[in-house]
C-alpha cells in the first residue's frame, strides 16, 4: 500500500504546507502517481494480454491488484474482476442480528462444528466508462420508476393495510383483512415486480477507464454469516474500503 500512503502523505503536505496550499499543484502530484501507475502496469503485461484484457493499461484497477491482502489473488473472468482468498474458510449461515452473546471460543466452536467449507470472494464486474450522457439517462429513468412504485399502492388503496409489525426500513409488508384486500395485495406486488424490472442499475464504482458493478461480496461476518477464522473476514472489509478509497463513484 505504499502508493496510497504516499498519496496520502503527499496531501497532508498540501494541507500544512503554506507553498503548497494551491489545488492546482495537488492535483498534480497525485496525478503523477497515477500516471506512475500506469506506466508501471503497462510493463506488467505483454501486448497481448493488454490488447485481450482492457483492464491491464488501467492505473486504478492495477493498485488493487498490486495492494491485495497477503494470501490472496486476482483472476479475470467474463468481464469480472475477481479478487479471492487462496485459503478456504468456514462459514456458518443464521440470522446473527438476533444471536444471544456468547463467548469467543464458544462462537468459533460452534462454526467448526456446523460451518460448511466456503471462500472469500469479492467480484466486480466491469465494463467501458459510462459518461455523462449515460449517466444522466440513466438517473432521470430510475428517478420516473421510483416515483412509481412511491405511489403505487395508493393506487391500488393498499395503504391502510401496512402491518407495522412486520414492515422494515427496507420493505414494506400488507396484510390483507379480507379476499378483497388480499386480491388488491397481490395486484400491486405483480405490478411491482414489472416497474422494478425497468430499474437501471448505476456503476458502484469508477477507475480510469471503466464503470465497475458490484456483483457479490462472499465469506465474510455480516447479518445472515459466521466466518472462521475472523480474519479472513477482516480482509474481506479492508478490500472493499480500499476499493471505494482508490475508485471513484
Known amino acids: 500500500m505504499k502508493i496510497i500512503f504516499m498519496v496520502r502523505f503527499l496531501n497532508n503536505i498540501c494541507l500544512n504546507n503554506k507553498i503548497m496550499k494551491t489545488p492546482n499543484l495537488k492535483l498534480v502530484?497525485?496525478?503523477?502517481?497515477?500516471?506512475?501507475?500506469s506506466l508501471k502496469s503497462n510493463a506488467q503485461y505483454s501486448e497481448e494480454e493488454i490488447a485481450k484484457k482492457g483492464y491491464?493499461?488501467?492505473?486504478?484497477?492495477?493498485?488493487?491488484?498490486?495492494?491485495?491482502?497477503?494470501?490472496?489473488?486476482?483472476?479475470?473472468t467474463n468481464n469480472c474482476l475477481i479478487f479471492q482468498r487462496t485459503d478456504s474458510i468456514l462459514?456458518?449461515?443464521?440470522?446473527?442480528?438476533?444471536?444471544?452473546?456468547?463467548?469467543?471460543?464458544d462462537k468459533i466452536k460452534r462454526i467448526q462444528a456446523y460451518g460448511k467449507k466456503a471462500v472469500s470472494k469479492i467480484?466486480?464486474?466491469?465494463?467501458?466508462?459510462?459518461?455523462?450522457?449515460?449517466?444522466?439517462?440513466?438517473?432521470?429513468?430510475?428517478?420516473?420508476?421510483?416515483?412509481?412504485?412511491?405511489?403505487?399502492s395508493k393506487k391500488y388503496k393498499i395503504v391502510d393495510l401496512k402491518d407495522a409489525k412486520l414492515s422494515t426500513k427496507e420493505s414494506t409488508v400488507y396484510t390483507p383483512k379480507n379476499d378483497a384486500d388480499a386480491k388488491k395485495i397481490a395486484n400491486y406486488y405483480t405490478e411491482k415486480?414489472?416497474?422494478?424490472?425497468?430499474?437501471?442499475?448505476?456503476?458502484?464504482?469508477?477507475?480510469?477507464n471503466y464503470s465497475l458493478f458490484i456483483v457479490s461480496i462472499s465469506g465474510c461476518n455480516d447479518e445472515n454469516h459466521l466466518v472462521f477464522p475472523d480474519e479472513a473476514s477482516v480482509e474481506v472489509y479492508s478490500l472493499m474500503t480500499l476499493c471505494r478509497e482508490i475508485f471513484g463513484k
Open 193 to 208: 415486480k414489472i416497474i422494478e424490472e425497468k430499474i437501471i442499475k448505476s456503476p458502484d464504482l469508477s477507475s480510469q
Open 123 to 152: 467480484v466486480l464486474r466491469y465494463e467501458t466508462k459510462w459518461d455523462f450522457l449515460k449517466v444522466q439517462e440513466v438517473s432521470t429513468n430510475n428517478s420516473s420508476v421510483y416515483n412509481e412504485l412511491r405511489f403505487l
Open 91 to 105: 462459514e456458518l449461515t443464521e440470522n446473527t442480528l438476533n444471536v444471544p452473546f456468547e463467548k469467543k471460543e
Open 56 to 76: 491491464t493499461t488501467d492505473a486504478i484497477i492495477n493498485i488493487i491488484i498490486d495492494h491485495l491482502p497477503t494470501g490472496w489473488r486476482f483472476t479475470d
Open 29 to 37: 502530484i497525485v496525478t503523477l502517481f497515477v500516471l506512475l501507475s
